[in-house]
């Protein structure tokens, strides 16, 4: 094995939490290298998040065009993906090119390394014949990749997962969408609304099964009217793909038909390729179990999807924030309280800045570092009408035996609701602890779903009695005001 050379601080994986770390890391003064074996800014960039929502804003554009009749006249729609796809290729992900992102990490004092990234023991991390050796510590931001279901026939045909289905240049005549999550549906109704026929098959009883029932009514009937089929309680037992296409059966025989077939049913961490066992960590788990400061062991943080807490870009974000803080920490109490780059020109200056914050910590109480919390987690399907969600549904609530108060108002009976004269059947959903009489979880549906759950987000977040949401002023016409109806409804 190669010498090391001795670094500060190395960053295995550059998805959105990693390349947050290792840049604010970097920006500290500490010496940093970033090792990426993909594009750095990992799914969100450039297959997840930004080119999904400009596929949705272009979607839903058309449906709004669509909705002129008996609102403003009448109006003609012919859908187009070429500028959709252009947009995404250009605006979005440079052609899925990430030099600009790489530069921006290496603008801030990183270095950059590209290739495959493993651990070869405490503190150690090898990238071909290369080996680095951290001086505090290594973090952990490896990301997820599309899992597929072991179906009969799957792995041997050219079926689509998301990166595929975002870079589209030509939509298929038909598709067949396994998987009726969030990101199932989301794309479900982009295609539909650009003239694909298009075919949800889910294994469970609902989509959105993670959701609401309400919600996923909702959102089932939604997709419906935009010509979607959707087939509920189907599990997949096998797959053949011809010239014709691609053809699923269900267990039961049933068979449905595309010419290409889109598998969403989850994404795994790759916990084998990593090396784990050399520091003392068993590979064989689904996820990386970390604490509330994201420690994997002494001196290994873990970031973003890898840790299991959601596949959502703000659970990185969130994450990196506190791993910042913690690894600063660290470098502070391993040096006395020294300068953590060692180097006096910056003191003062952002290590100043970012070691202030380890110290004192989000609660601003000394020595203490940020803890995650979950608690308000908020997620949002971007379908038409949106599903915005956080904390506890109703059903989690009473298998965890919380005495629940549940507050429901259709969106349509709103002021607001009325005036946008499109029943979609948007809703506010209140889950609520009677003995505590706080808000334990909240769902949002309807034109702007998940803005109006920012609101929430916050009462869910910082326990806000009811009794101080009742007597908020909501502002009229909004969406928003349907809250306090909602709350006005809670009943046991």
């Known amino acids: 094995m190669a010498e090391p050379e001795l670094v500060d601080v190395i960053v295995l994986g550059l998805g959105v939490g990693g390349e947050e770390v290792a840049g604010r890391l970097a920006e500290a003064g500490l010496t940093v290298v970033g090792v990426e074996r993909n594009l750095v800014g990992g799914e969100c960039p450039y297959w997840g998040c ?25 109006a003609q729609v012919r859908p187009d993906w070429a500028p959709v796809a252009k947009r995404i290729r250009e605006e979005a992900t440079d052609g899925w090119d990430d030099r600009v992102a790489v530069q921006r990490f290496t603008d801030k004092g990183g270095r950059f390394v590209r290739g495959s990234g493993r651990l070869a023991g405490p503190g150690r991390v090898r990238v071909g014949d290369r080996v680095f050796q951290a001086r505090y510590g290594i973090v952990l931001g490896t990301g997820t990749t599309p899992s597929a279901p072991p179906v009969d026939g799957l792995a041997d045909t050219p079926y689509w997962t998301n990166r595929e289905a975002i870079e589209v240049e030509e939509l298929p005549e038909s598709l067949l969408v396994l998987g009726g999550g969030a990101i199932g549906l989301e794309l479900a109704q982009v295609f539909a609304r650009f003239g694909v026929r298009v075919t949800v098959v889910e294994a469970s009883g609902r989509v959105l099964a993670v959701e609401e029932p309400e919600a996923s009514e909702v959102a089932a009937a939604a997709l419906r009217a935009d010509g979607v089929q959707i087939h509920t309680g189907v599990r997949a037992a096998r797959v053949e793909h011809d010239a014709g296409g691609f053809t699923l059966r269900g267990a039961d025989g049933e068979g449905f038909t595309a010419e290409r077939l889109l598998v969403v049913t989850g994404r795994r961490a ?20 970390v604490d509330d400061r994201l420690h994997v062991t002494d001196e290994v943080w873990a970031v973003g999807d890898v840790t299991g807490e959601g596949a959502f870009t703000h659970i990185a974000m969130y994450q990196a924030s506190i791993v910042v803080a913690d690894v600063l920490d660290h470098v502070r109490r391993a040096d006395g309280g020294a300068d953590p780059s060692g180097t006096a020109s910056v003191v003062g200056g952002a290590v100043g800045s970012a070691s202030s914050l380890a110290v004192t910590g989000s ?18 399907t971007f379908t038409d009408p949106e599903v915005g969600a956080v904390g506890l549904t109703e059903q989690q609530a ?11 108002t259709k969106l349509s009976s709103s002021t607001r609701g009325w005036i946008h004269k499109t029943d979609d059947g948007g809703f506010i959903k209140l889950v609520a602890d009677a003995d505590q009489g706080v808000l334990i979880g909240a769902t ?28 908020m002023i909501y502002a009229y016409p909004t969406f928003h005001r349907a809250i306090a109806e909602a709350l006005g409804s809670l009943s046991s």
């Open 363 to 380: 609660s601003g109480s000394a020595g203490s570092v940020p803890r995650a919390d979950y608690r308000a987690l908020p997620r949002v």
């Open 50 to 74: 930004i080119p999904s929502k400009m596929m949705i804003r272009a979607a839903n554009a058309i449906a709004e065009a669509r909705r002129v009749d008996g609102l403003a006249g009448t």
């Open 270 to 289: 790759h916990l084998d390729e990593l090396g784990l066992d050399t520091i003392g960590v068993d590979a064989s788990r689904r996820y990386l179990p």
């Open 444 to 471: 949002s549906v309807g034109p702007a779903g998940g803005e109006v759950l920012s609101g929430l987000v916050v009462a869910v977040h910082a326990a806000v009695p009811l009794a101080q949401l009742r007597h």
């Open 398 to 408: 009473r298998e965890r035996g919380i005495n629940v108060q549940v507050g429901f």
